[in-house]
């Protein structure tokens, strides 16, 4: 199909991929300023309770992101075009050579446009989403650790429990009705989970960077309406984009 050089706009987002991406976004900064304030909490002078409260908050954001999260990674199996499997993650016929096509395009300031993601682009979320799903299931093991909240919180809160008392009664930041032995034995469960979580955040941190930054330059040197796609569905060319009847 031939397009001629007047401007023309292109459905490309569904409007679940555009409320997955804006309540991704709002829930990533949520959960990044109360997660600085839980980490830091001696420093800014949080009480013991006021520690547990960050904690609650940051689980409920956390439940709203993880719910997000798994909604669009199971939209992914049905979505048509380029909000499915096969438009998102790298590999395919022809992916290599698409890549190699479009870097030397890059390098000479004349990249192909793509209406879905380019071929880093779909590298860029691939890692993103792989970092999102780290930080959501590291994130619901821990509410389960800390403040026995679901899905692992009943187990948790079995564990240790001291014999005879109520599992249910148990009070996050309360030691009241807990087994020392058993707490110490699921701290050490615990370890590892904090730890991925801890520094896959500042790796997820540093992604967001890297994704926001692109956007931008992608719009400046390619346009096509990147960034208000996310708001309209549509993108808008020139020319006719290179995958327009790929997927």
């Not at 998102?88 to 190699?100: D, S």
């Not at 896959?200 to 390619?222: P, S």
Request: with cysteine; aromatic share 14%; proline share 4%.
């Amino acid at each position: 199909m031939a397009i001629s050089q007047k401007l023309t706009s292109f459905p490309v987002w569904d409007r679940t991929i555009r409320w997955f991406h804006w309540i991704n976004v709002l829930c990533v900064i949520g959960l990044a300023a109360i997660g600085i304030a839980i980490l830091y909490n001696k420093e800014l002078g949080v009480s013991a309770e006021g520690k547990v409260l960050l904690k609650t908050i940051h689980v409920w954001i956390g439940y709203v992101f993880a719910i997000n999260l798994g909604w669009r990674l199971i939209w992914a199996f049905f979505a048509k075009g380029f909000a499915g499997w096969r438009a998102l993650v790298p590999g395919g016929t022809g992916y290599v050579e698409a890549t190699r096509s479009y870097l030397t395009g890059l390098a000479k300031g004349n990249a192909p446009q793509y209406l879905g993601h380019n071929p880093l682009g779909r590298l860029a979320v691939t890692v993103l989403l792989a970092l999102l799903l780290v930080q959501a299931v590291t994130g619901l093991v821990l509410a389960g650790t800390d403040i026995y909240f679901a899905p692992f919180g009943g187990w948790i809160a079995a564990w240790v429990a001291a014999p005879g008392v109520d599992p249910a009664s148990l009070v996050p930041g309360d030691m009241t009705g807990v087994d020392e032995t058993a707490y110490k034995s699921m701290r050490a469960f615990r370890k590892p989970f904090i730890t991925v979580h801890y520094w896959n955040f500042f790796a997820l941190c540093a992604t967001i960077v890297v994704h926001v930054a692109a956007v931008v330059l992608t719009e400046i040197h390619e346009g096509g309406g990147i960034i208000s796609a996310m708001f309209t569905g549509r993108k808008t060319f020139d020319q006719e984009p290179v995958d327009l009847d790929k997927f």
